[in-house]
């Protein structure tokens, strides 16, 4: 079974930067492309970035581009997103998922069959 588990999340100022993090097993980084929502409250789950299973490709979110990198330590089987310049909108449980179809859209969460539990990220002064 596919295992996902993020961490890094934290409360920080405006301006700030934060690295989360997302640790798989049960698959290897070379099959799944990973991706990062996020919910606030009241919320859908909206997508953040995705990094595809052979690094060709990496995705943004329009909100987040220019702030944010993804990236990956496959010695490590573990996901990073590195935030920069945060801001208050960027509060939110921060998850990491499981991409199964590299044809499809990845902002859609259909096309993820593995979450991991989120970490809360909060951005306030």
């Known amino acids: 079974q596919a295992h996902l588990v993020e961490s890094g999340g934290g409360l920080v100022q405006p301006g700030d930067s934060l690295t989360l993090s997302c640790v798989v097993s049960?698959?290897?980084?070379?099959?799944?492309?990973i991706g990062w929502f996020r919910q606030a409250p009241g919320k859908e789950r909206e997508a953040v970035s995705l990094?595809?299973?052979?690094?060709?490709?990496?995705y943004y979110a329009d909100s987040v581009k220019g702030r944010f990198t993804i990236s990956r330590d496959n010695a490590k089987n573990t996901v990073y997103l590195k935030m920069n310049s945060l801001k208050p909108e960027d509060t939110g449980v921060y998850y990491c998922?499981?991409?199964?179809?590299?044809?499809?859209?990845?902002?859609?969460?259909?096309?993820?069959?593995?979450w991991g539990q989120g970490t809360q990220v909060t951005v306030s002064s």
């Open positions: 990094l595809t299973y052979n690094e060709g490709g990496k």
């Open positions: 998922g499981r991409n199964t179809n590299p044809f499809g859209n990845w902002m859609m969460w259909y096309e993820y069959d593995y």
């Open positions: 049960g698959f290897t980084l070379d099959h799944y492309g």
